[in-house]
């Protein structure tokens, strides 16, 4: 079975990766991932605020507003909680990329234009094949608009686009009032990828101790829907391509954001609890399955059930919201 598909402009045998995650910190798991069949190796994101403590001494020092309290500048990690920091990041892309053949995406975090274009060059010079720009932006100001928080990252994207020669996705949340028109956008940019979608982490409340604490909670594929709903939205729409992350735990799951648009199927939580194998059982298990089902390849599959494809388009847009409430009914206990 045929399961290549095309994703940033490079030409992979199938659509599975990592997603970026902490299990690329070690080069013998790199190595794993890639015996495994992983098309490509998404770093884990380094994050402005590590680039700003190395080159100024500490975040406290820059970007705070006058009401910004201690309580609130506690949560930044301190530079030795980083996994890798800023020097250590550019020698794991240097690492990475001389122990595998396949495509390395290293990942920069921000939410400044000025935190992302030295170290978008250096990646790309320690050996990066492509970016993805992971874009987590929390707005807690009255004052800032959702045209605001879209033209910060526009501009992000077309600084490291003119910064660097290698391919660059933008790496999206789910909270844009209108994902097409933003993607539109991006796309007039030139960007090469949209990844669909960030995961916000939510802080929790300890109502003993009346501390805000952090908490992390690995997907389901009840996440994948979020995912498929856009990606069936976007595919045939905009010329970058678009990868799927979240949620991708099983072969079905995988194929759903295949027939949805995806080009680039990211998997995180599975490699996580199953290791790096799950990776290779879902890449036989998708090829099983569309083999049984008389499809020649998986580019036959891919975007047949977007928007534009899909036999009942009223599934992606406002019937199907008033099709579930009605057609819901109460199971007794």
Request: hydrophobic share 40%; no cysteine; aromatic share 6%.
């Amino acid at each position: 079975m045929d399961l290549s598909t095309t994703y940033l402009g490079f030409t992979l045998p199938h659509p599975l990766m990592p997603g970026a995650s902490p299990l690329v910190d070690d080069l013998d798991m790199v190595r794993r991932l890639e015996d495994a069949g992983a098309a490509a190796i998404v770093m884990r994101s380094l994050f402005e605020e590590q680039i700003t403590r190395e080159q100024l001494g500490s975040v406290h020092n820059i970007m705070v507003h006058e009401n910004t309290s201690a309580e609130a500048l506690s949560y930044f990690p301190e530079p030795d909680e980083f996994a890798l920091g800023p020097e250590r990041y550019l020698e794991q892309v240097r690492r990475i990329k001389a122990a595998v053949d396949v495509p390395v995406i290293a990942s920069l975090n921000g939410t400044t234009p000025e935190g992302w274009i030295d170290y978008a060059k250096q990646m790309q010079e320690a050996g990066a094949d492509a970016l993805e720009i992971n874009f987590y932006h929390v707005s807690t100001d009255p004052t800032e608009s959702g045209a605001d928080v879209e033209q910060r990252l526009l501009d992000v994207v077309r600084l490291v686009k003119q910064a660097v020669t290698v391919p660059v996705a933008a790496k999206l949340s789910p909270f844009f009032s209108s994902l097409p028109h933003l993607a539109r956008q991006l796309d007039a940019l030139h960007v090469d990828g949209l990844v669909l979608f960030n995961r916000f982490y939510q802080p929790d409340i300890d109502p003993e101790t009346l501390e805000a604490t952090p908490r992390l909670s690995l997907s389901t594929s009840d996440e994948l829907l979020l995912r498929i709903r856009a990606l069936a939205t976007l595919s045939g729409r905009v010329r970058a391509s678009l990868a799927a992350t979240g949620g991708v735990h099983t072969a079905i799951d995988a194929l759903k954001a295949v027939m949805a648009g995806a080009h680039g199927v990211q998997m995180v939580a599975a490699l996580l609890h199953h290791g790096p194998q799950r990776l290779g059982q879902v890449r036989d298990e998708l090829a099983a399955w569309l083999e049984e089902h008389e499809y020649e390849s998986l580019r036959q599959a891919q975007g047949s059930m977007n928007l534009e494809r899909s036999p009942d388009p009223d599934a992606f847009e406002r019937g199907n919201y008033m099709r579930v409430l009605h057609t819901w009914r109460l199971t007794r206990v």
